[in-house]
């Protein structure tokens, strides 16, 4: 199912240069608006898509290598942002892997920060970490487009939407076309800077979370979609987000330690000393003390709702809904009508549980993101669920 071609802008002011492209765009702040063509902007044809994903994820998630397959796919947006921190860049995170487009001045720098997470993910989750690299134009050339949106999330935070069809086309390619790929040549690890992933499974306080991919054939349909959604599960997005910020509780001193042990380049480290001095006082901070929290914690802690990353639009509409039992009905019931009228495609998966992967350069609105996913493989079985439906 190709993605219907759509209007939309192509930014075209001279004063600034092709790397302040994503900067510059206009934002919006209804989720709504992910459906609205003006909200999208044609990315600069020498600009470079960056894919990595989990070769055999499934076979990781089944193996209950779910939360560490979660781990790397934030960790490349992590390792990238950290890496490029004087420009602001689309990125999109995918459960097992994660997308970007950057201009080509910073290709080397991202492909280096990359490497790293590669070698790490082999050699301190077992994992295999594929890296492709794309340029827009080659997309171009086979008739699809890319778009991208920006979407403010919380104040000063902004998620890249993306349309046209060419990042689905480009994880394609990245999957079957080894040309694209590419393999680090050293041995340096990852440090995992500003990562952690500390908090519990966050259980459903509705019914059920729902992991939910759909892919429509015409652009317009996606408004429809939305709509229904809206009716089903009302506007309140702070009723659907998983993240409830009363329910938010941090896994034990030692689960921590097992976890992160693997974030750092040695063990026995003056880094990983100060990581788990970090882990016990949070620890201490936000279960013990939790109910008397500094103003600035409190303040980051109850924020963390608006600044979670839970619903997307990637050439699809992907999200991680708390609904009840009966919404889940409802929306599975549209989904499956739209289907057969062959509108659209689409695949879910449902968990008790949602996974947060926090993504903190400092506590203050902007400065933090909370990438969610379904517990027992989330977006990864959601989209083998479409892909054996749809053959």
């Known amino acids: 199912m190709k993605p219907d071609k759509i209007k939309t802008n192509t930014y075209a002011h001279s004063s600034i240069s092709d790397e302040t492209f994503y900067e510059n765009i206009k934002s919006f702040k209804d989720f709504d608006g992910s459906s609205n063509e003006i909200n999208y902007f044609d990315v600069p044809s020498d600009w470079i898509i960056i894919m990595t994903d989990i070769k055999n994820s499934t076979e990781a998630i089944l ?7 979660n781990i790397i796919g934030a960790a490349c947006i992590a390792a990238v942002e950290n890496s490029i921190k004087d420009r602001l860049i689309p ?82 390619l990245m999957k079957k076309d080894s040309q694209y790929q590419i393999i680090t040549q050293n041995e340096e690890l990852c440090s995992f800077d500003n990562l952690s992933c500390r908090w519990k499974p966050i259980k459903n306080k509705n019914g059920t979370i729902l992991t939910l991919i759909a892919v429509a054939n015409q652009f317009e349909v996606y408004e429809k979609i939305i709509q229904k959604f809206n009716d089903i599960l009302g506007k309140d997005a702070s009723k659907i987000n998983p993240i409830k910020n009363n329910q938010l509780e941090y896994k034990n001193i030692k689960q921590m330690l097992n976890e992160e042990y693997r974030f750092e380049q040695k063990t026995f480290s003056l880094k990983m000393l100060l990581r788990t001095l970090e882990i016990v006082f949070c620890y201490l901070v936000f279960n013990i003390g939790r109910n008397y929290l500094p103003k600035k914690l409190k303040d980051y802690k109850n ?22 039992i009966e919404e889940k009905e409802k929306i599975l019931e549209e989904l499956e009508l739209l289907s057969q009228k062959n ?49």
């Open 63 to 69: 193996k209950g290598q779910y939360k560490d397959v």
């Open 91 to 172: 990125s999109s995170f995918g459960g097992d892997g994660a997308s970007f487009i950057i201009p080509p001045t910073k290709l080397e720098q991202v492909k280096i920060a990359l490497g790293k997470v590669q070698n790490s993910s082999h050699q301190k989750f077992k994992l295999e970490l594929r890296i492709s690299i794309i340029p827009v134009k080659n997309i171009i050339q086979q008739g699809y487009s890319i778009k991208v949106a920006k979407f403010e999330l919380a104040p000063n935070k902004f998620i890249a939407k993306f349309s046209g069809g060419g990042l689905s086309y480009a994880e394609k």
């Open 303 to 324: 924020s963390m709702m608006s600044h979670s990353d839970f619903r997307k639009f990637e050439d699809g509409i992907k999200m991680v809904v708390d609904c009840s």
């Open 343 to 391: 509108e659209i495609k689409y695949g879910v998966h449902e968990s008790e549980n949602a996974l947060m992967t926090c993504f903190v350069t400092k506590i203050s609105d902007g400065g933090h993101i909370h990438f969610i996913d379904g517990d027992n493989g989330g977006y990864a079985l959601a989209a083998k669920q479409m892909k054996k439906k749809f053959v």
